[in-house]
């Protein structure tokens, strides 16, 4: 069945530094998708991905899709208190044709703290 | 401001008791959806809808209901028969079912057994 995997699982950053969250697929992708959580609450959607190569930047963050379409990454650049959460990507798996619906797939998250 | 709201926050629920946890959206979006979300097993989908009185069961459909009577609500509700009720549940909706078209979520609602 497909997956994702995130890596890593958890991340301690100093504030000020950068940082980078991968999520890979054994599979070529349709689209994927990047949110935030904060502990108990809701996730926020960042940035969505859907060509091979492309790249999206919010803020500090940056995303980008591999040419292949199975790796996404997330960078933050010069990291503060306020970036800290659980990163997940979640994922559109392809499909030969476009079908009226379109499952989610979730990674397991990454766990992301700020030391100020 | 648009967006999707969920209540309660934090339900505690009996032996054999069912619970029904709400699920409002304003952004007119024809699909909702329903995820469960353990430590370290990431969002697990419970049912989805692509339109109003239409809805599918997802992967872990067991031991729950929904309804779709109305575009804006789509309340989830956990019977008795669900034998690990504990969790935080979240409720998301989108512009279609594409995948396209991102998911937006609520602010979860945590269940727990008394």
């Known amino acids: 069945s497909q997956e994702l995997e995130q890596s890593p699982q958890s991340l301690i950053v100093q504030e000020g530094k950068n940082l980078t969250i991968n999520c890979t697929s054994s599979?070529?992708?349709?689209?994927l998708y990047w949110y935030k959580q904060k502990y108990g609450e809701g996730l926020i959607f960042l940035m969505m991905?859907?060509?091979?190569?492309e790249e999206k930047s919010h803020e500090k963050i940056t995303a980008k899709l591999d040419e292949k379409k199975q790796q996404s990454s997330l960078h933050i650049t010069a990291s503060q208190p306020s970036h800290a959460g659980i990163y997940l990507c979640?994922?559109?798996?392809?499909?030969?044709?476009?079908?009226?619906?379109?499952?989610?797939?979730f990674g397991p998250g990454t766990s992301l703290s700020v030391i100020p | 401001d648009g967006g999707i709201t969920q209540s309660p926050k934090y339900l505690f629920r009996k032996e054999g008791q069912n619970v029904t946890l709400s699920c409002e959206q304003n952004?007119?979006?024809?699909?909702m959806y329903w995820y469960r979300q353990d430590p370290g097993q990431g969002l697990r989908l419970i049912y989805y809808?692509?339109?109003?009185?239409?809805?599918q069961k997802g992967d872990i459909a067991e031991g729950y209901s929904v309804s779709r009577e109305k575009k804006e609500s789509f309340p989830l509700t956990v019977t008795s028969a669900q034998k690990n009720p504990t969790a935080f549940y979240l409720c998301?909706?989108?512009?279609?079912?594409?995948?396209?078209?991102?998911?937006?979520f609520g602010d979860g609602t945590r269940l727990s057994i008394l």
């Open positions: 979640g994922a559109v798996p392809i499909h030969g044709m476009k079908t009226s619906y379109d499952k989610v797939i």
């Open positions: 998301a909706s989108s512009r279609s079912g594409t995948g396209d078209q991102p998911q937006h």
């Open positions: 599979k070529t992708l349709y689209g």
């Open positions: 809808s692509q339109i109003v009185n239409d809805f």
């Open positions: 952004l007119n979006h024809d699909a």
């Open positions: 991905l859907q060509k091979g190569g």
